[in-house]
């Protein structure tokens, strides 16, 4: 239940745990009310020693003591070098926080970009052994990690079993096995003894499997000779009050982790260029300074815009909340697109097609009836948003009733009108948290604000009303708030069942309404009518099949990971930003750019990658040409092989770059023809057969 | 009361549940110890003669979670 009030006070109450806790309603009553527990939700603010330390570095603090940036350069504080990310900038949650420590590491990349690769070494490939055929050799190490396996599980017992087990040569433990020591010890033991598999128990693969691979390579094994087996997470820390039985599961779960890497083979990882070149899909704010950063960094940058110019939705805004005109800033960052060797603007161009995968994407240019083939390596998606077109409050109807852009392309023209008019009105949430468009479009609150500040500015004696719901003029946009209500906008109160009511004739537009502190209704008649309306996604349905990546039910894209990816997508070599995203201010939208441009970076700076060894492979001549994994197969993967080819024609063969591995074709196929490498059949069965032997 | 304890043989998804069973050990979560995990890249490689041979070879149940 929410409750509109003022908490007054709150007391606890005698001889008992709980609180009582006194508020105001907005009908003025007062309630005393008792709860167990009250939770503050407290606000952010720089620690004093922060502002110590921007002091000392000479960076410029806002009012609020965060640190100052500007709407289109939101990562850089006033002195050059030094930029700024996280809650320093202003209050801000995770994503926000992530999106600008990437912008931040592309900002000091692009300032950095002529060192890149100049202190790099190269490292020592170690030549592999080629163990296929060999009798397995197999190495166990169990670790203790301190006291927290060792304090529960009787790791020496757990040893001298290992030593029992089949095709077991060696067996150690280890105090810490992912100590830099033991790595090397490792390697040296593997060299010594000839082994040529090894299984280390001790706590999940998931956090130190890639380490142990390390020591593998680095001894000259394939890295997929080697099962990891968890005795901590899984046991240890699971079962700390029954040490017996948790050493036997310790044992079970190594026994299992023997027999299944007796089993393993070697295993090839594809190497694969990537084309060094970007796309960026979309030209707007976000999309050009995703391009300005990657060819800032010495990329060569391909921008498809579908419209006949850069700039998107800025053109139509008048100015940033921190009071920059839009125009002037825009036209600088076109001039610095359309100035770069490494940019190339195709404009009135679509994406007709989109072929091949991370690092190597290919695609149809469409530009009227001309088609062009564009060769790529990434790929950021950037195709924006738009203003809702109401189809309530007699929008379209009537000229003096407005969007909030069409309202900023009056004041960028200078109409004159606008400062002979005696009331203005708007009115928010127009489509946004509405039963069909739930989502919260965040930018209308400050815009509408920051208008009817900008109206009161032309003419201090003309009544500006602001129609809302809730105000949401986040982080530092709020003192804009408090200094809308000190000009003397006046702020009314509506609910969702209670929306005002609009009439227009020849004498205004008459606008009814209830106002919240007056508990009754109020009638305003206005020259001038501004729907915030909602931002709305270019929901590109075919862009999100092309690119394999997803939409949500409101048609904006959706990040790898709400908090931690919010500026790429699951499928590698594709990122996003800007309004296709979520609604965001220019600051946001900018950061986003940059955060993408980073986050493409660091794969194209990899100039190769590796493909996972573990992934499905076909076996021909069992191939029935069902179908089945070529239908099932979320990534795409398994494909025919044409019918004019000399092998195999006709059976399905599994792309071995798509692949990700899961399993479904192999679980799925009924001529058992499908092996996934790593995790197959026989694997398997040999954990499942060593499960239950007596110990 | 007899002491009889069931062998229960899990398949867990490498991506979601069995990272949820390392988060269970993380918080320290206390539960019996007659689970034994075998981690598969996705419960979409679960094939079910993987169950049907865990219940012959004497598991008491098999838990899929993915």
């Known amino acids: 239940m929410f409750a509109r009030s003022r908490v007054h006070t709150i007391d606890p109450v005698p001889d008992s745990d709980d609180l009582s806790v006194r508020y105001i309603t907005e009908e003025g009553e007062t309630v005393t009310e008792t709860f167990d527990q009250i939770v503050l939700s407290i606000g952010l603010q720089t620690d004093p020693e922060v502002v110590a330390m921007a002091n000392r570095l000479g960076i410029e603090l806002t009012e609020g003591n965060f640190c100052k940036t500007d709407t289109f350069s939101p990562v850089q504080t006033s002195r050059d070098g030094i930029y700024v990310c996280g809650a320093f900038q202003g209050p801000k949650d995770i994503p926000q926080s992530v999106v600008d420590a990437s912008a931040a590491a592309s900002a000091a990349g692009e300032s950095l970009s002529t060192a890149r690769n100049t202190l790099t070494q190269q490292a020592e490939v170690i030549p592999q052994a080629n163990v296929v055929g060999d009798r397995p050799k197999i190495g166990v190490i169990v670790c203790e990690c301190g006291i927290n396996i060792a304090g529960v599980v009787d790791v020496p017992a757990v040893r001298d079993y290992a030593a029992s087990l089949p095709y077991v040569e060696y067996v150690a433990k280890n105090l810490y096995a992912c100590s830099q020591d033991s790595q090397e010890t490792m390697s040296e033991l593997i060299k010594e003894k000839g082994l040529n598999r090894v299984v280390v128990a001790a706590c999940t693969p998931k956090t130190h499997e890639p380490l142990f691979q390390e020591t593998l390579i680095n001894a000259g094994l394939n890295k997929y000779l080697f099962e990891m087996c968890n005795i901590r997470n899984h046991d240890s820390w699971v079962h700390k009050n029954n040490p017996d039985l948790a050493t036997a599961k310790a044992k079970d779960l190594v026994r299992m982790a023997v027999s299944k890497v007796a089993l393993m083979q070697p295993l090839p990882e594809a190497e694969l260029n990537v084309n060094q070149t970007a796309l960026v899909v979309g030209g707007g704010i976000s999309g050009m300074t995703a391009a300005k950063s990657l060819a800032s960094q010495g990329y060569t940058t391909h921008i498809v815009e579908a419209g006949e110019r850069l700039g998107g939705n800025a053109h139509h805004i008048f100015k940033t909340a921190t009071g920059d005109r839009v125009k002037d800033k825009l036209a600088a960052l076109v001039d610095s697109i359309t100035g770069s060797d490494n940019i190339k603007v195709h404009l009135n161009t679509r994406l007709s097609s989109v072929e091949g995968f991370v690092g190597n994407f290919k695609s149809t240019l469409k530009n009227g009836d001309s088609e062009s083939e564009l060769e790529y390596g990434v790929a950021v998606i950037a195709t924006g948003g738009t203003a809702l077109k109401p189809d309530e409050y007699s929008y379209g109807k009537d000229p003096r009733i407005l969007t909030s852009l069409e309202l900023d392309q009056k004041l960028i023209a200078g109409d004159p009108a606008l400062k002979t008019m005696k009331s203005a009105v708007f009115i928010q949430c127009v489509g946004s948290r509405e039963p069909d468009r739930l989502y919260c479009s965040r930018v209308c609150c400050t815009h509408s604000i920051d208008n009817a500040l900008e109206l009161k500015k032309l003419n201090p004696d003309m009544d500006v009303y602001v129609l809302y719901r809730d105000i949401r003029t986040y982080g530092e946009r709020e003192y804009l708030y408090k200094k809308a209500r000190q000009a003397g906008v006046i702020f009314i109160r509506y609910d969702l069942q209670n929306k005002p009511t609009l009439t227009a004739d020849d004498n205004g537009v008459r606008i009814l309404a209830t106002d919240h502190v007056l508990q009754r209704p109020v009638e305003i008649t206005a020259d001038l009518v501004t729907l915030a309306s909602a931002v709305i996604p270019n929901k590109d349905e075919a862009l999100a099949q092309f690119y394999k990546v997803p939409l949500n039910d409101d048609g904006f894209f959706v990040e790898k990971h709400a908090k931690l990816g919010p500026s790429e997508f699951a499928t590698d070599g594709v990122f996003l930003c800007g309004l296709s995203h979520y609604p965001k201010p220019i600051d946001e939208a900018i950061a986003q750019g940059r955060a993408s441009a980073s986050k493409a970076i660091t794969l194209l700076a990899k100039e190769t990658i590796h493909t996972s060894g573990t992934i499905a492979e076909t076996e021909p001549a069992i191939c029935s040409s069902c179908g089945v994994c070529v239908s099932i197969c979320p990534y795409s993967a398994p494909s025919f092989i044409e019918a004019e080819a000399r092998m195999h024609a006709g059976k399905a063969s599994i792309n071995p770059v798509l692949c990700k591995g899961c399993g479904l074709c192999v679980a799925s196929c009924r001529s058992g023809a499908i092996h996934l490498k790593g995790f197959d059949n026989d694997q398997i069965f040999a954990q499942i057969f060593t499960l239950n032997e007596a110990v | ?66």
Do not use: H
């Not at chain 2, 007659?34 to 008491?60: H, Q, S, W, Y």
């Open chain 2, 1 to 66: 009361m007899s002491d009889w304890e069931p062998k229960i043989v899990s398949f867990l998804c490498n991506w979601c549940s069995y990272g949820a069973a390392d988060l269970a050990g993380v918080g320290r979560m206390q539960y019996p110890s007659n689970i034994r995990v075998i981690r598969i890249p996705c419960t979409g490689r679960m094939d079910p003669k993987f169950a049907l041979t865990a219940l012959r070879e004497g598991a008491d149940a098999v838990w899929v979670s993915g």
